[in-house]
């Protein structure tokens, strides 16, 4: 991720294709869960990643209207809200998101742009250094995969990171015993917890919200995630007719990223 200027570019191209795709749609409301989450990982990308760096440029641009209009978008997502005032706002939000590009263009830098694409410090989730660095290089490994335009392999490795990381937080909860006794934990036919190993990422992603390790949004947006990746089987690619494309894969990884660093800041509490 780079500065104020290309996180409004990506923030406009993600408002763009989220509102050819509802129009697209052919039923008045929207409620097909492809959609939704679709919607709901637009939003959320804006307020968990986007936002807090262009709120960060020195032109010290207003973004009220943008993140009214955001909002809307963000809770018409809990009902079956009109096509059409979806496809409103995602146009409101792309004319003032064009507003704010305009203003960050025509201001100089001040100061080089601070990534957070780097690695961040994996210590409080894993003590083990082999852990750290197994860690590590799944986040580097996800962006030599968008690099290359493996748009798939990214996806996947972007679930498998996600995996690792709510892994590692549960293996090093103070109170572990909370872990298997939350009500989203798997269970058996007899009512048992199942093992840790046969846990999938959903099943992860819900208790860890159970938890307050990641709030409710990061949790339904990363069912997103969960879905996509299952593109790794040709059928389901070809029944569903779906590629995911470059604009795809940098969304996701700014959810991941953005769910990742909720899980890092939980760690050392408990449970």
């Known amino acids: 991720m780079a500065d104020a200027f290309t996180a409004v570019e990506t923030a406009i191209a993600e408002v763009a294709r989220a509102r050819a795709l509802i129009r697209r749609g052919r039923t008045k409301q929207v409620s097909a869960n492809a959609e939704i989450t679709l919607l709901k990982s637009v939003a959320y990308a804006w307020f968990q990643t986007?936002?807090?760096?262009?709120?960060?440029?020195?032109?010290?641009?207003d973004l009220t209207e943008v993140n009214a209009m955001y909002r809307v978008v963000m809770q018409a997502t809990g009902g079956y809200a009109a096509r059409a005032t979806y496809s409103d706002t995602l146009f409101r939000v792309k004319r003032a998101l064009v507003n704010v590009r305009s203003l960050i263009a025509s201001t100089a830098p001040t100061a080089a742009p601070?990534?957070?694409?780097?690695?961040?410090?994996?210590?409080?989730?894993?003590s083990d250094a082999k852990m750290q660095m197994i860690l590590g290089r799944r986040w580097d490994e996800v962006?030599?995969?968008?690099?290359?335009?493996?748009?798939l392999a990214a996806t996947v490795m972007m679930g498998g990171l996600l995996e690792s990381l709510l892994l590692a937080?549960?293996?090093?909860s103070p109170k572990k015993s909370a872990v298997f006794t939350a009500s989203k934990?798997?269970?058996?036919?007899?009512?048992?917890?199942?093992?840790l190993a046969d846990w999938k990422l959903t099943n992860m992603v819900d208790v860890a919200h159970e938890l307050a390790w990641i709030t409710k949004s990061a949790k339904d947006v990363g069912s997103v995630l969960r879905e996509y990746r299952n593109y790794i089987h040709p059928h389901k690619e070809?029944?569903?007719?779906?590629?995911?494309?470059?604009?795809?894969?940098?969304?996701?990884?700014?959810?991941t990223k953005a769910i990742a660093r909720q899980v890092l800041s939980s760690a050392g509490k408990s449970p």
């Open 185 to 195: 934990a798997p269970k058996d036919k007899a009512g048992s917890t199942v093992a």
């Open 143 to 151: 962006q030599h995969c968008m690099t290359s335009k493996a748009n």
């Open 50 to 61: 986007h936002s807090p760096i262009v709120a960060g440029h020195s032109s010290r641009p």
């Open 114 to 126: 601070v990534t957070t694409d780097a690695q961040p410090n994996f210590a409080p989730l894993a």
């Open 238 to 255: 070809y029944t569903d007719g779906v590629t995911i494309t470059e604009d795809d894969v940098r969304m996701f990884w700014e959810v």
């Open 169 to 172: 937080r549960i293996n090093g």
